[in-house]
């Protein structure tokens, strides 16, 4: 039996692309699947679209919010499902994403996951992809993947187990503006590694007058709840995380990979399975 999955979308004023995004979640045909859409009240259209699928959405609702992640709070006190992850109202999944999130949670032993980082264009075409190397806790812990000294986390790639929410005080969460994706990747690395699986799950679009361009901002509210601090031996293994992530698949040996005799996924495993 597959594991049941809950998405949330958040929206605001997104007529030209939550179209995309809601079909990227309905259409996959997943057995078990919750779909729910907080919207912050939005004038363009947007609530049309969202009720044109609403016979395929779990919950919907439209008011006023406080920002992303107060609505994203709200979404998340609807959650029943197994695993979770959100979408952004101008972001898709790829048609076989919760197959393969589903086949790796059910099958390896992993808490929260992500996959190859990805970019896409306006047109929603793929313009970049790059496999992660390695997440270590530490570093999670200290904000060094902040895209300075360390790549981001994506988080449209990153699914979760729901128990994690346990550890998150949604109050802190809700009253961030910017890096409220971080604090949850700071709270999930105290309790479980991050794994990578090596798939496209899903893409960042990149685009004019997006929140996350001020990235001098986010930078800074990021520092509001972690040190950034690194050692002589953070900074060495920086500069081999950085050199080594040309090369993610032969030189992490704990990198999660679809095996074709098998077929199926399995961990690569390596000597060390800690990532610190």
């Not at 958040?10 to 939550?18: K, L």
């Not at 393969?100 to 099958?107: A, G, I, K, L, P």
């Not at 971080?182 to 929140?211: H, K, M, P, T």
Request: hydrophobic fraction near 35%.
């Amino acid at each position: 039996m597959k594991p049941k999955i809950s998405i949330i979308t958040v929206s605001y004023n997104a007529v030209r692309t939550i179209e995309e995004t809601i079909k990227s979640v309905v259409t996959q045909n997943y057995p078990d699947l919750e779909y729910i859409v907080i919207d912050g009240g939005s004038t363009d259209g947007t609530v049309d679209i969202i009720k044109k699928y609403e016979r395929k959405i779990s919950y919907w609702m439209s008011e006023p919010d406080q920002g992303m992640y107060d609505a994203l709070a709200k979404g998340f006190r609807y959650v029943t499902g197994d695993i979770c992850a959100y979408i952004n109202a101008d972001d898709y999944y790829q048609p076989y994403t919760f197959d393969v999130v589903s086949e790796v949670f059910q099958n390896i032993d992993v808490k929260w996951i992500t996959g190859i980082q990805t970019t896409y264009n306006a047109k929603s075409q793929i313009t970049a992809v790059k496999i992660p190397y390695k997440y270590r806790k530490r570093f999670i812990q200290n904000g060094l993947y902040d895209g300075r000294f360390l790549s981001f986390i994506q988080q449209e790639s990153t699914f979760w187990h729901t128990d994690l929410f346990q550890h998150v005080d949604m109050d802190i969460f809700r009253s961030f503006k910017l890096a409220g994706d971080y604090y949850l990747w700071s709270v999930f690395c105290r309790e479980a590694n991050l794994d990578i699986v090596q798939s496209v799950l899903s893409g960042f679009r990149i685009g004019r007058n997006q929140l996350s361009s001020d990235i001098g901002r986010y930078r800074e509210e990021l520092r509001s709840f972690t040190s950034g601090h690194i050692g002589i031996q953070d900074a060495i293994r920086i500069f081999c995380d950085r050199l080594c992530g040309g090369f993610p698949g032969r030189l992490n040996q704990d990198i999660i990979q679809y095996n074709y005799v098998k077929e199926k996924w399995e961990r690569k495993r390596g000597a060390d399975k800690e990532i610190t």
